[in-house]
């Protein structure tokens, strides 16, 4: 069983609708989780960072994580298709832990 | 501007050679991580350093090689051991320390193509 699982998709959407995404995860001990935006044959880019439970907005994106259930999510409002991306779940232990990633949500905002 | 830079962007390797991915960072981060990532499989860690002169295996580290002489620099080496190398590499790096905040840094990333 991997240790983070994310549904690969694709998720498509029209222009201007909520994309919601997640992430779900085994272990306990993981504190620290991010997400990131990948486009097509590129590095990926850091979204959001969050330190254990809560929220964190930024501008049309929210970062949740529910550590009770080892689940977390990002949502997209209002989106672009500059958003057709894929979305990479990430998190980690403590300060060199190693990281681990989700295999990414492919997302599709059509016009 | 500060970033992480791979190069080259676009490689090809016939069977039977060794290639080097180049990775330098000027973001003086003390972590430096290699990532394959095939379709459908997320990112696979081959090898991560966390200070100069030492480096550890990761996940897949079997046919790839690894050295960090210099703090900014992070070259990877594909092996003709490495019995498939066709994928996306993709660099990263991250500062040391509790308080520098858990989270790392992607490079643009190297298409390596075996032919």
């Known amino acids: 069983q991997k240790e983070v699982e994310q549904d690969p998709g694709p998720l498509s959407v029209p222009e201007g609708a909520i994309v919601s995404l997640n992430c779900t995860y085994s272990?306990?001990?993981?504190?620290?989780f991010m997400w990131y935006r990948q486009y097509s044959r590129k590095g990926p880019e850091l979204l959001m960072y969050?330190?254990?439970?809560g929220n964190k907005e930024d501008g049309r994106f929210t970062a949740q994580v529910d550590k009770s259930s080892k689940y977390i999510s990002l949502f997209i409002r209002d989106s672009q298709p500059s958003d057709s991306a894929t979305y990479l779940c990430a998190t980690t232990t403590d300060s060199w832990g190693k990281f681990q990633f989700g295999a990414g949500t492919q997302v599709v905002v059509t016009p | 501007d500060g970033g992480i830079t791979q190069s080259p962007k676009y490689l090809f390797r016939k069977e039977g050679q060794n290639v080097t991915l180049s990775c330098e960072q000027n973001?003086?981060?003390?972590?430096m991580y290699w990532y394959r990532q095939d379709p459908g499989q997320g990112l696979r860690l081959i090898y991560y350093s966390q200070i100069v002169n030492d480096f550890q295996k990761g996940d897949i580290a079997e046919g790839y090689s690894v050295s960090r002489e210099k703090k900014e620099s992070f070259p990877l080496t594909v092996t003709s051991a490495q019995k498939n190398p066709t994928a996306f590499y993709l660099c990263a790096s991250r500062r040391g320390g509790a308080l520098a905040g858990n989270t790392i840094y992607f490079g643009e990333g190297s298409w390596l193509t075996v032919v």
């Open positions: 272990n306990s001990a993981f504190q620290y």
């Open positions: 973001l003086n981060h003390d972590a």
């Open positions: 969050t330190y254990s439970s």
